[in-house]
């Protein structure tokens, strides 16, 4: 079956990083997207990998590993309006998207 | 600009009962998409449209139905709720099929079935 591992829960503090590991197994891979979405909002679109390495976008970069099925979105200079619960995905060989059940970062002052 | 429109945003309804969730996007695009979001689960796809006038089912299809009259409407009906079917439903769009990884969502509709 398919399947897409990320912890359930964060906490970091104000300021500082974090890192977010997403784990997969799918049949077979399109590309991996990481989403944020807020308590009782919509998810939105925060980045996405297809070739192996690191993409950055401002405070925000996540990482792709294809062979070892590894992603993970690094959060820099945490801020209060970080808190959120960041949801993995993938698109698997019929470009269907298989979530992940998503981590919830807590961002303490 | 909206974006994609859900109404609506909160039902309560008796078990048995039909229910159609509303969806509209004034973005232009091709593909939409519903998805079902419960506790401690990742999205599921209920129902997605490639195109107008085409539907296909997802991973979670059963006691749903949908229809694509035309590029900015989606509807997502239960013909006869169960309580299984409580959850928050997201509508969602994107460009076309190559692009079916961005996603744009809708604010949600948080249903519960009684």
Redesign the interface.
Known sequence: GQN?DQPTEMTATEGAIVQINCTYQTSGF??L?WYQQHAG?????LS?NVLDGLEEKGRFSSFLSRSKGYSYLLLKELQMKDSASY?C?V?DSN????????TKLIIKP | IAGITQAPTSQILAAGRRMTLRCTQDMRHNAMYWYRQDL??????IHYSNTAGTTGK?EVPDGYSVSRANTDDFPLTLASAVPSQTSVY?CASSIG?EN?????????SRLTVL
Request: no cysteine; hydrophobic share 50%.
């Open positions: 897409i399109n590309g997207f909002e919509a998810p939105t679109f996405y949801l995905a698109m470009y269907q998207l298989i979530w992940g059940a998503g | 401690g689960l990742g999205l599921r796809l997802g997201f099929v079916t990884g961005e996603l744009f969502f809708g604010e949600g």
